[in-house]
Structure formats: C-alpha cells, structure tokens
C-alpha cells in the first residue's frame, strides 16, 4: 500500500500531539490556518494548566483569536489529529471556522461524526466543512501507545 505523505497541517497537528505525550497530556494537536499559514498551534494541556478546558482545540482557537484581534476565525481551518468532543465542537462552531480535518475518530468521545454530532444539530450556529481521515493511523497509534503505558 503506498503511504502519501501527510498534509504539513496535519504532520504539525501530530508533532504537536506527540508534545502532549510528552508532558503526560493525552496526545491530541491542533494547528489553525488562514490563507495557508499557520496562525496557532497547540496540545492538549488540562493537567498542565489545572483547566478542563484546555483541550488542544481550544487552545488553538484562543491563540488564533487574539493573532486575529478577532472571535471570529472566518476564513480559518483546524488541522486536529482526534475527531474533536462537544465541548471543543461547540467552539469551533462559535469560532465560526471554515474547515475542520481530522486525523483519527473519536467512537467514544468524538462528536463531530460520533456521539452528540454536533454539526448536524439544528441548533448548531454554524457549520464548518468537515474531512476525516488524513494521519488516522499515526494519530491512532500515537494515541494507543500513550495509553498502553499507563496501563
């Protein structure tokens, strides 16, 4: 099977989740782009900063928000290497980001094409164009090995 290489978003995406692992977060990544150029970047960090929130989307949404001077990310893309929960799917939906790819799913957690589905909510202000796949097999093996270890 010929193996393509990764988008660079998403090969960022990945470094970034192997940051994670590295500090003893669960390895997720997230790299935010407008216009082709990477404006934020971020891993997972709610042990490290004592904050639930501080998944690796969020993070980035903060950071590319204030690069931006704005709450609006218009225009932008999330490059995540896990199928974002409802938590972070909310603020993407908010952040009103144009594209979300994601490397790995998330049967469990995931609510994007799992769980709650939150873009396909009525109630869902807005709607980001939505691709899966690209990295799926690093990111799942990034994130089993992390797991296997604490075990």
Same mark, same amino acid.
């Given at each position: 099977? @010929?193996?393509?290489?990764?988008?660079?978003?998403?090969?960022?995406?990945?470094?970034? +989740?192997?940051?994670?692992?590295?500090?003893?977060?669960? !390895?997720?990544? +997230?790299?935010?782009?407008?216009?082709?150029?990477?404006?934020?970047?971020?891993?997972?960090?709610?042990? @490290?900063?004592?904050?639930?929130? %501080?998944? +690796?989307?969020?993070?980035?949404?903060?950071?590319? +928000?204030?690069?931006?001077?704005?709450?609006?990310?218009?225009?932008?893309?999330?490059?995540?290497?896990?199928? !974002?929960? %409802?938590?972070?799917?909310?603020?993407?939906?908010?952040?009103?980001?144009?594209?979300?790819?994601? %490397? %790995?799913?998330?049967?469990?957690?995931?609510?994007?094409?799992?769980?709650?589905?939150?873009?396909?909510?009525?109630?869902?202000?807005?709607? !980001?164009?939505?691709?899966?796949?690209?990295?799926?097999?690093?990111?799942?093996?990034?994130?089993?090995?992390?797991?296997?270890?604490?075990?």
């Amino acid at each position: 099977m @010929t193996r393509w290489p990764l988008p660079p978003p998403m090969a960022q995406a990945l470094a970034q +989740a192997r940051l994670a692992a590295e500090a003893g977060e669960v !390895p997720v990544g +997230a790299v935010i782009l407008r216009d082709g150029v990477v404006i934020a970047s971020a891993h997972n960090a709610p042990r @490290t900063l004592c904050d639930p929130t %501080a998944h +690796a989307e969020v993070l980035a949404i903060r950071a590319a +928000a204030a690069a931006l001077g704005s709450e609006r990310l218009e225009g932008c893309e999330l490059w995540v290497s896990l199928e !974002p929960c %409802a938590m972070c799917a909310g603020a993407i939906a908010h952040a009103r980001l144009a594209r979300v790819y994601y %490397a %790995a799913p998330d049967p469990k957690g995931g609510a994007v094409e799992h769980g709650a589905r939150v873009f396909e909510q009525e109630q869902c202000l807005h709607r !980001p164009e939505v691709y899966s796949g690209m990295g799926e097999a690093e990111a799942a093996e990034l994130l089993r090995g992390f797991f296997r270890e604490r075990r």
